[in-house]
């Protein structure tokens, strides 16, 4: 079957690194979302993965190995808005997003 | 209006009831998506229309009815459901179904009780 796995639950400092790992079992591979989703809102984009590497986009970054089906959200310089749920999704042979249960991130003063 | 809307924002239904959901997009996409997200569970997905039809269907249970009468509308009729189907419906939608890049932008989400 198909799986994604990411961390239920994160807690970090202010101004703090931190990173989200997401790892995939899928049927094939057409990339790889992460979504940012703030309590009672709409997730959104923040990211694309498709070719091994990292791709930096502000304070975030995230990294994809697909020989090791590995995929990680970087955020630094953490500030109190990026308390949020961080979702990891990965679209398959059949362009369907496959995605994971998401990582609560908690971030304090 | 910009990007996706949806409405309502919330709704609670007893299971006798007959309801439905409303998804509107803004930005000229061809393809339109409902999810079902409930709490600490991968997003669930329910239906996905490209240029108005139904090309996914996910096993869903036939109390929920998609209709999708042109390219930016789409809509979950809802009919004798179950307490268990009290969750988040989101509303998506991406330029195709297929492609690189196929970005999904979503609605706020109706959140639904069913008593």
């Known amino acids: 079957g198909q799986n994604i796995d990411q961390p239920t639950e994160m807690t970090a400092t202010e101004g703090a690194i931190v990173q989200i790992n997401c790892t995939y079992q899928?049927?094939?591979?057409?990339?790889l979302f992460w979504y940012q989703q703030h309590a009672g809102e709409a997730p959104t984009f923040l990211s694309y993965?498709?070719l091994d590497g990292l791709e930096e986009k502000g304070r975030f970054s995230s990294f994809l190995s697909r020989s090791k089906g590995y995929s990680y959200l970087l955020l630094k310089e953490l500030q109190m808005k990026d308390s949020a749920s961080y979702l990891c999704?990965?679209?398959?042979?059949?362009?369907?997003?496959?995605w994971g249960a998401g990582t609560k991130l908690i971030i304090k003063p | 209006e910009t990007g996706v809307t949806q409405t309502p924002r919330h709704l609670v239904m007893g299971m006798t009831n007959k309801k439905s959901l409303k998804c509107e997009q803004h930005?000229?996409?061809?393809?339109m998506y409902w999810y079902k997200q409930s709490a600490k569970k991968p997003l669930e997905l329910m239906f996905v229309?490209?240029?108005?039809?139904?090309?996914e269907n996910n096993s869903v249970p036939s109390r929920f009815s998609p209709e999708c009468p042109n390219s930016s509308h789409l809509f979950l009729h809802l009919h004798t459901l179950q307490p268990e189907d009290s969750a988040l419906y989101l509303c998506?939608?991406?330029?195709?179904?297929?492609?690189?890049?196929?970005?999904?932008?979503f609605g706020p989400g109706t959140r639904l009780t069913v008593l």
């Open positions: 998506a939608s991406s330029r195709m179904t297929s492609g690189d890049y196929n970005e999904q932008f």
């Open positions: 930005l000229g996409h061809n393809a």
């Open positions: 229309y490209s240029l108005e039809e139904r090309v």
């Open positions: 899928t049927s094939g591979f057409n990339g």
């Open positions: 993965n498709v």
């Open positions: 999704a990965v679209m398959d042979s059949n362009y369907q997003l496959i």
